[in-house]
Antibody
């Protein structure tokens, strides 16, 4: 059974940093692109970033470019999102998702709150 | 990287059909046959309902169908049921390996 479990969310002050993790199981992690998708409270879904199977390519939505870094450790079946210079508008539930031509499998999400 | 445009809400009675539109540009919806649709119930993760414009994953009822014309994609729910009440989001692959989601549509079953 495919499982994606996010962790690392919490309350952080503006300008602070946080690192999210996503533990994958039930499939060959190294064979898939992976993505982070977020959803601000009461708002819609927003694709944030993705990373190629071997980590050689990464893409970001403009609003996080230069502040967020996506990475992966295929030996640990894990996906990460390093978030720096956090802003109030980054407050959201962050989901990791297995990316094929669509996002077939999703985690349950982890809440990041940026507030003083 | 602007969000795709969806109506804020649609509604229908049980058994009726509703259609949700999703309008983008030639750089996303119009340029690729990689439109997908997601259903999201409150407090839950999104669930894939349609991919590649019109394909249904295993387990998704055939009441759900997708189509595309030009820069606009559509999701139709036929034979509306109470459990279909949820938020629905379209998503398209876009130029430069980006993905863009729609603004979301709340479906209400009257």
């Amino acid at each position: 059974e495919v499982q994606l479990v996010e962790s690392g969310g919490g309350l952080v002050q503006p300008g602070g940093s946080l690192r999210l993790s996503c533990a994958a199981s039930g499939f060959t992690f190294s064979s898939y692109w992976m993505s982070w998708v977020r959803q601000a409270p009461g708002k819609g879904l927003e694709w944030v970033a993705n990373i190629k199977q071997d980590g050689s390519e990464e893409y970001y939505v403009d609003s996080v470019k230069g502040r967020f870094t996506i990475s992966r450790d295929n030996a640990r079946n894990s996906l990460y999102l390093q978030m720096n210079s956090l802003r109030a508008e980054d407050t959201a539930v962050y989901y990791c998702a297995r990316q094929e031509v669509a996002f077939v499998y999703w985690g349950q999400g982890t809440l990041v709150t940026v507030s003083s | 990287q602007s969000a795709l445009t969806q109506p804020r809400s649609v509604s229908g009675s049980p058994g009726q059909s509703v259609t949700i539109s999703c309008t983008g540009t030639s750089s996303d919806v119009g340029g690729y046959n990689y439109v997908s649709w997601y259903q999201q119930h409150p407090g839950k993760a999104p669930k894939l309902m349609i991919y590649d414009v019109s394909k249904r994953p295993s387990g998704v009822p055939d009441r759900f169908s997708g189509s595309k014309s030009g820069n606009t994609a559509s999701l139709t729910i036929s034979g509306l049921q109470a459990e279909d009440e949820a938020d629905y989001y379209c998503c398209s692959y876009a130029d430069s390996s980006f993905y863009v989601f729609g603004t979301g549509t709340k479906v209400t079953v009257l």
